[in-house]
């Protein structure tokens, strides 16, 4: 090495290269990775770090997809900058013998690393760079075995069904709850072809329709919002209801569970209120042994403003007319603030996020004024509503679809105008009862429509939407399945009496 010039490991060690000898070699067990002429460094430093440091770059690197085995090599040059790369002889060593890192694996391209963008993610100048999985959605098949259906407890008619939702951990999260117009939770096992009709779970949850429903982490406890003006809070061990939530005066549109805390969910109905509840707290038990909470919270009239024009359709259960003047359409606890729960409207087009420690029955507010409320941005010269919302696994993004034919994407911590807007040629939302979804690895998001099922790419939203064919009415609730581990699946609900469950074709 010339005089005057700097040592290669100045940026790893930090520190004078004299004054220190190296440590003797030690048992295997407590081994550790160093490089020859580096007798400061700290052992906690890792492999990805001293490439870090031998290109000069700040940022840490990540090697995704791909793994590497260590095996003993002959020594190279401690001076070749070469020598300290993946793609040749390294001169690392182990108790200071010689290391030889080669690369033995290459991803796997199965449904996992195809459509998580943490094995798939690379970069080019410092740029992130996605790679599409498009082409292996398409794969995604549905057969005659994963179409479900419903008989009414008469046993006379099929039952259509209006929403649906995936188990969180038990059955490689592959359950599927679905909840029907008599007002009955069936619990399907997705995973196996002879599941239906007889492995069959029914829960008579209530006498009217079931508009939506979630599973408490643990998959203990399922919730429903029906058209009786309830919520309803099932064990799904015993199949009975252990409570009953009772302060809506209008038909229950939406259920959103808090993050990491089983016990207090929120909800949204056609009276125009947000109703947070508390399982633990504010109960009475009626003669009949029927436990009844009330409220915690209640935020009233949350969207007001101008009137979007009605939709015609409507369902066992809403009443002579779709929706009230201010339905507030679906409801939603945030992540990356556990105090703020969104809603949106059938009225205004916005998105609003409510402060539960601020607002509410506890201030006595009528009219609450929103924490923030995102920009409606119209397409048509007539207003819309948004239909429902979904949010991201990461809590990143906040999606909605509208009843102006898009889906829009919203940065969730700071609302405003849509950041991306999802279109279809033939893509139409006529109702407000359609829902959507996104994939768990955040990568596609899914929504019914007034025939199909759709699902567009996020990274894409210029590409035409992905259209799953198979129902031949509506199709309402929509989700997927929230384990990736052997390939996830998509299921959706639609008016033709069935639910219908798309996997990939190597699944």
């Known amino acids: 090495m010339s005089p005057g010039r700097k040592p290669v490991l100045v940026d790893i060690t930090h520190r004078a290269q004299q004054g220190r000898t190296s440590t ?33 770059k700040k940022r840490s690197l990540k090697l995704t997809g791909t793994d590497y085995d260590i095996t003993p090599q002959q020594q190279a040059s401690p001076c070749s900058k070469s020598a300290l790369l993946p793609s040749a002889t390294s001169a690392l060593t182990l108790n200071n013998k010689p290391l030889h890192i080669s690369r033995t694996h290459q991803p796997t391209f199965n449904l996992v690393s195809l459509t998580t963008r943490q094995q798939i993610y690379g970069r080019r100048k410092n740029i992130p760079v996605y790679l599409p999985t498009r082409s292996y959605m398409k794969d995604y098949t549905s057969r005659s075995n994963d179409v479900y259906t419903f008989v009414s407890w008469d046993g006379t008619t099929l039952v259509p069904p209006f929403s649906c939702a995936y188990n969180n951990v038990a059955n490689e999260a592959r359950n599927l709850a679905v909840g029907d117009e008599d007002g009955s939770v ?26 939506d429903l979630c599973w408490s982490k643990d998959d203990r406890r399922i919730i429903t919002a029906s058209g009786d003006k309830t919520a309803r809070l099932h064990d799904v061990e015993t199949q009975k209801c252990i409570g009953t939530f009772s302060g809506h005066n209008g038909t ?19 009276d125009g209120a947000v109703l947070i509840w508390d399982i633990r707290c504010s109960s009475i038990t009626t003669s009949e042994g029927e436990i009844i909470h009330r409220p915690a919270n209640k935020f009233q009239n949350v969207h007001s403003g101008v009137r979007a024009s009605p939709m015609k359709r409507t369902k066992q259960g809403d009443g002579p007319t779709l929706d009230g003047s201010n ?20 009225q205004d087009g916005s998105i609003k996020y409510w402060d539960v420690r601020k607002h509410g029955s ?16 119209p397409t048509t010269k007539r207003s819309h509503g948004l239909v429902s919302m979904a949010l991201s696994p990461d809590g990143s993004a906040l999606y909605t679809v509208s ?23 033939n893509f139409s939302c006529s109702s407000y009862y359609i829902k959507i979804s996104v994939s768990p690895d955040g990568d596609y998001v899914a929504t019914g429509s007034s025939k199909d099922l759709y699902v567009w790419e996020v990274n894409r939203p210029e590409e035409q939407p ?32 069935t639910v219908r469950t ?5 699944y």
């Open 403 to 425: 009843s102006d034919n898009h889906v829009y994407m919203y940065n969730a911590t700071n609302l405003g105008s849509p950041i991306r807007r999802f279109s279809g040629e």
């Open 252 to 270: 229950l549109k939406s259920v959103s569970m808090k993050h990491g805390d089983d016990n207090i969910f929120a909800t949204s109905a056609r």
């Open 24 to 56: 003797p070699s030690s048992p295997l067990s407590s081994a550790t990775c160093s490089i020859p002429g580096d007798e400061n460094r700290s052992p906690a430093r890792s492999l990805l770090e001293i490439f870090a440091a031998v290109n000069n």
């Open 362 to 377: 506890h201030f006595k507010v009528e009219n609450p004024t929103p924490l923030q409320s995102s920009t409606y941005v």
């Open 466 to 497: 992905l259209v799953f064919e198979g129902p031949e009415k509506e199709v309402s609730g929509v989700d997927w399945a929230k384990d990736i581990g052997n390939g996830t699946q998509l299921s959706a609900c639609s008016d033709d009496a």
């Open 186 to 211: 069936h619990i399907v096992d997705t995973k196996t072809d002879d599941s239906h009709p007889g492995k069959t779970i029914t829960i008579p949850a209530h006498k009217n329709a079931i508009f």
């Open 327 to 346: 339905t507030a359409s679906s409801v939603q606890y945030m992540i990356h603030n556990e105090h703020i729960v969104a809603s949106t409207g059938t």
């Open 502 to 506: 798309w996997k990939p074709a190597v």
